[in-house]
């Protein structure tokens, strides 16, 4: 686990060999170092970068200028939240008894936005960021606390993607099953 984190950037791409090689570019360049390198669905590849924020925006401005019209989505967040790398790991928790708060996007990116707006808006638990693998190039994020709490951060997560284009869907569950938790986490 990474202590704490000056910023992270990330860029999708929609080409495999090009994220490959603006990935190695983006490392070579600056001072960042990598958080996250991989193929996503269907057949994109993300590559998140992380260190003081000058080098991460040097680092993720080499991955733009190479993409030559490959760029799904980006983005550059200066002081990320924790909670954000944790559940990016699939090592959040959730609060039993609570409401569960769900956003869609579609890409990578943009949940990772959404679920760092939602995080520090509002006193919620991020449980997850899903990253568009088994998902047909959506993400999700899944957060949970007081019904309140997440219909806040929820609305403030949906409305940071909303603006581009890229939500899917939000939903707020006040009660969620316990039976569903399980195929869900």
């Known amino acids: 686990m990474i202590a704490r984190l000056q910023a992270v950037g990330m860029i999708e791409f929609n080409s495999i060999a090009l994220g490959i090689e603006a990935a190695d570019a983006m490392l070579k360049a600056a ?15 993300v590559v998140a970068v ?14 733009l200028a190479m993409a030559e019209g490959a760029i799904v989505d980006h983005f550059l967040i200066p002081n990320i939240s924790h909670e954000v790398i ?19 996007t579609y890409s990578a990116a943009s949940a990772v936005v959404a679920a760092d707006t939602a995080v520090k808006s509002a006193r919620v638990s991020l449980i997850e960021v899903r990253l568009a693998m088994g998902l047909g190039g959506k993400a999700i994020c899944l957060l949970s ?19 581009s284009g890229l939500l899917v869907r939000k939903v707020v569950i006040a009660g969620i099953s316990p039976d569903l938790l399980p195929f869900i986490m």
């Open 31 to 45: 001072q960042a170092a990598p958080l996250i390198v991989k193929t996503i669905c269907p057949g994109k590849f």
């Open 50 to 63: 992380h260190g003081d924020v000058a080098s991460t925006r040097a680092a993720v401005n080499v991955g």
């Open 86 to 104: 944790s559940a990016l790991s699939c090592t959040g928790e959730h609060v039993p008894g609570g409401a569960v708060g769900v956003i869609e």
């Open 145 to 163: 606390g007081d019904i309140a709490s997440v219909q806040a951060a929820v609305s403030a997560g949906s409305d940071a993607v909303g603006e």
